[in-house]
């Protein structure tokens, strides 16, 4: 159960996408193709419900990605007290994905703008739980 | 227009804070205003339906306490849950169950005890209401979901934070003529402006802020209907969709598809269009979406949203007046019961009872209710005779 890992917090233990999170302790980002129609997903899915079959193939996300919007938030939901003032972003990857994180804490807040290139990045978070977040490129 | 279900009573309790009492007295304050205005018997009623968040109570499966508190006995109940769109949810079945002649009356019953939580609490099951197992490990909240909105309707039209405190100034003139509103100050622009930042670009004052509260809507056939009141409000139009439950999912952040859907089906069935709405009540959670939802509903084209507020054809004596009792963001919001409070309001409006807020000669009345981030949307059509 490796994906319990995963997350300052996590709620879902048990999944089929748990190799993500391997792939992630190895500092890869990945995510799954279906094999049938080459629909690529994020987040990754075990199951293509265009093809209505289950074989599926991990593929490394392509960079750079461009930031679409975000947000810093003051006051956290519990459990991330201690995490606060942090930014939420949603970012448009090449291969037609978007995906949601935090935004690396070391950019400084007026130095992020709409449209500026980002990575996602695998990083360790402590009590030996991983996490990814987007980085300057 | 006569059609074949009509809403033939309404009640509220007031919106608050902290109630201070139980979830079924809460309930008990709606649901005796929503028949008293009626010529129906509690023994009438043939089934309820209990709309609750269930993840913000401390009861399990309310449906049960609260029909029993109603002395409902014997009467099928069962509980609904779309987020902060339940009591819309309960509205559509309540329509589905008379329509397909399973029974003649049914009480919609929307209630929230917010205030059993801790704010920190709250958000947190508010946060998992996107997907728990890619969000919520990042700290999501609702808040942040339409920060995110308003970051990139800013970013795409130009959107100003003193544009988007329009909104709360506008609905706080309204909210303090309501009697059953939780917040009932006028705020002046600077306040809103000057409010402290909760998820940036929004403010404190820009969010609307949870409550307890019930709201009771009275549902009746064609039939009953006309023996039972004078003043029926027909269901004209009945809208729903969903969207991605996942943020990343979205093709994009400056407008919400599944409004811009349940809006569509809401104008087919009833026959009208945006042109043709005299009053509406629309989810202004925080002030972005109330701009966001003039466009999606067609009141205003996409970016022009914030035009149709300066030009104040949102006011009670503009062409589309919005969110005349204050919204959620001078009501307080709580969950279960928000969709039924704007329906309520409708359904005054359509009747005429709204006194300083009544908008002359309204005939046909719209509310757009949410749930979540756009994962549920509901538009439903009223009209009177």
Known sequence: ?????????????????????????????????????????????????????????????????KLNTFTTVMYGPAGFEK????????????????????????????EIKVGMGLRVVPIKLQNDRISYQFERV | MEKDVAIVGVGQSPFMRKCGISIGELCFLAYHEALDGTHLKNKDIDASIICSATEYDKQRSPAGVISDYLDLRKKPT?????????????????YSLIKAGLHDVVAVIGFQKMSELTSAEAAERMGRSGDVMWESPFGMTMPAAFAMFARAHMTEYGTTEEQLAKVRVKNSIYGALNDKAAFRKVVTLEEVINSR????????????????????????????????????????????SSGSATLAGRETYS????????????????????????????????????????????????????KLLED??????????????????????????????????????LRRECGETQVKNAKIGLVHNLGGPGVYCFVTILGRD
Request: proline share 6%; aromatic share 6%; charged share 25%.
């Open chain 2, 197 to 240: 930042p909760v998820v940036t670009p929004l403010k404190m004052l820009d969010c609307c802020a949870n409550a307890d509260g019930a709201v009771v809507l009275i549902l009746a056939s064609r039939d009953v209907a006309r023996r039972v009141t004078d003043k029926p409000i027909w269901i004209h139009g009945l809208g729903a």
């Open chain 2, 312 to 349: 104040r054809e949102t006011y009670l004596e503009g062409k589309i007046p919005v969110n005349l009792d204050g919204g959620l963001l001078s009501k307080g919001h709580p969950i279960g019961a928000t969709g039924g409070g704007q329906i309520r309001s409708i359904v005054r409006q």
């Open chain 2, 78 to 94: 069962f509980c609904v849950e779309s987020l902060c769109s339940s009591s819309s949810s309960g509205l559509r079945i309540g």
């Open chain 2, 255 to 306: 407008s919400i598809s599944c409004a811009r859907e349940a809006a569509r089906i809401a104008y087919d069935m009833a026959g009208l269009g945006p042109e043709d709405i005299d009053v509406a009540e629309v989810h202004d959670c925080f002030t972005i979406t109330e701009i966001i939802n003039y466009e999606d509903l067609g009141f205003a084209k996409p970016g022009e949203g914030v």
């Open chain 1, 83 to 110: 995490e606060t003032p942090y930014t939420l972003a949603l970012v448009e990857f090449p291969m037609g994905i978007r995906i949601f994180a935090q935004m690396d804490k070391k950019i400084p807040p007026d």
């Open chain 1, 1 to 65: 159960m490796v994906f319990e890992q995963f997350g300052v917090k996590n709620f879902v233990p048990e999944t089929k996408t748990e190799e993500f999170v391997t792939y992630l302790k190895e500092g890869r980002m990945m995510t799954t193709r279906c094999k049938e129609c080459q629909r690529i997903t994020f987040p990754p899915k075990m199951d293509c419900i265009t093809c209505g079959r289950s074989e599926m193939e991990w593929v490394k996300i392509e960079e750079p990605g």
